[in-house]
C-alpha cells in the first residue's frame, strides 16, 4: 500500500530553519504531484507548496520567497526547506500526493523562542 512518511520536524526559534523530509512507498514522486499541507491548531488545512511532474512549482502567498519545494526522483523523496521561519508557520505539516488522495501521518514544526 502506498506510504508517505514525514519526517524534520520540530522546534526552532524565529528565523531559523528547517528541511521536512517526505519518504514515498508505492508511489512514484517523479510521476506524481506532491504537495505539502499544514494545519494550525483552530484553522483548516493548507496548501503550502506543491512540484508537479513537469518540476513546476507553486506556493502559498505567505511563504513565498521563504519555502522551497523539491524532490529527488532516485530517493523517491520530497523535501520542504523552510527558512526565515515565523511563529505563524507553526503547524503539523503533511506530504500528500493530491491526485490520489494521500496523505501522510504529519510532522509537527513549532516556531517560538
Known amino acids: 500500500q502506498v506510504q508517505l512518511v514525514e519526517s524534520g520536524g520540530g522546534l526552532v526559534q524565529p528565523g531559523g530553519s528547517l528541511r521536512l523530509s517526505c519518504v514515498a512507498s508505492r508511489i512514484s514522486v517523479s510521476i506524481n504531484t506532491m504537495a505539502w499541507y499544514r494545519q494550525a491548531p483552530g484553522k483548516q488545512r493548507e496548501l503550502v507548496a506543491a512540484?508537479?511532474?513537469?518540476?513546476?512549482?507553486n506556493y502559498a502567498d505567505s511563504v513565498k520567497g521563504r519555502f522551497t519545494i523539491s524532490r529527488d526522483n532516485a530517493k523517491n523523496t520530497v523535501y520542504l526547506q523552510m527558512n526565515s521561519l515565523k511563529p505563524e508557520d507553526t503547524a503539523v505539516y503533511y506530504c500528500?500526493?493530491?491526485?490520489?488522495?494521500?496523505w501522510g501521518q504529519g510532522t509537527q514544526v513549532t516556531v517560538s523562542s
Open positions: 500528500g500526493a493530491p491526485g490520489i488522495n494521500f
Open positions: 512540484i508537479t511532474m513537469s518540476g513546476y512549482t
